[in-house]
C-alpha cells in the first residue's frame, strides 16, 4: 500500500471535493480504515509472539476486505448525529483508499474489493511504492493535512452518545471482529498471500511463491528472507547487503526458494511517512475529543445553573 500520507493526499482532496463541508477529521479518519488490520496486527504479533502467524494473517485479510472495512464505517458512523454523511465520508475514503492499493505493484499481494463473493486478490500493478508518483502524493498529502489542521481542530464533534447509538456501534463492532470466523476458508482455498502453500510444508516443492516486502537477510552460510516466522533460504537472484524486498519465485525444498523477480524498497521512506501519518492524525483526533469532552461537561455545567 501507499504510504499514510500519500493517502492523505488524494483521498483527502477527492473527498474534500466531493463533500465541501465534510469535517477534515472524518476525512483523514477515512482515509486510513482498511488498514486498521494491518496495524493491528503488527502490534499483536509484536506483543503476543506466539500467536500463529498464519491464522493472524487469513484475519487480517479478511478484515481487510470492502465488505468488512464498511462495516467498520457502520460502527463509528452510528456514534454521529449524522450517520448517513458521516457513514458516505468514512466510504468514499476506504474505498478509494483500496482503489488506490490495487494500483500499485504488490508481488503476491492486492485487495478485496468483491468479497466474500470472490477472495481473489485483485492487483492492476501499474507504479512501485518509490514511484514519483508516490513522492508526489507524500508531498501533497502532508501539505493538505497541515493546510486543513486548524479547520479539523476548529470544527466540533458532532457526536450522538447515547444507549441506542453505543449498542448499536458496539453490536456493529463485534460483527467486524467476529465475521472473519465465518469466512476464514475462502481467503485459504484462494491461497490468498501463499498462506496455504506455506501450512502445507510437505508440498512445498516446485510450487510458485511471492511476498510482499519481506527482509532480506545476507549471511556468510546463505542468504534468507523472513516469512510468517521462518527463515527461507534463497537462491537465484540474490544481495549483497540486508533490504526490504518483493520477490518472485519458487521452492526449490521445503526451506529453499529459487527468486526469479526481485524489487528493492526504500529502507525507510514508507514506513517513516506512515508513522508521521498516523501520529498527527492521533494528536488531531485526541485533540478534538479533549475539546469535545471539555465542552460537552461546560454545557452540562450550564444546564445545571
Known sequence: MPNTLAHF?????????????????????????????????????GLVPSLDPYSVRLYV?????????????GALAALSKTPAMVFGILAMGSTMHLLLDSLQIKLGNGVHFFA???????????????????YILTGVGAGFFFWSWNSAISTRLNLSISLKTVSLSLTLLCVYM????????????SDNHYVKTLQVREDRAGRPIAFDRTYYETHQDGDVVHAYGERLHVHGLTLDHPATVSIEGRFLTIDDIEILNMHEHARWFRDGSSYVGLSLLCVMWIIALYRYSRSSISEKLESKR
Open 178 to 189: 467476529m465475521l472473519p470466523v465465518v469466512f476464514w476458508n475462502g481467503p485459504y482455498a
Open 9 to 45: 493526499g488524494i483521498q483527502g482532496l477527492l473527498t474534500r471535493f466531493a463533500i465541501p463541508t465534510a469535517d477534515p477529521k472524518i476525512v483523514f479518519l477515512g482515509c486510513i480504515l482498511p488498514d486498521v488490520p494491518w496495524i493491528t496486527q503488527r502490534i499483536v504479533l
Open 61 to 73: 485479510i479478511i478484515q481487510a476486505s470492502l465488505f468488512m472495512t464498511l462495516i467498520l464505517c
Open 116 to 134: 466474500p463473493i470472490s477472495w481473489e486478490l485483485l492487483n492492476f500493478g501499474l507504479f512501485w511504492p518509490e514511484n514519483l508518483l508516490t
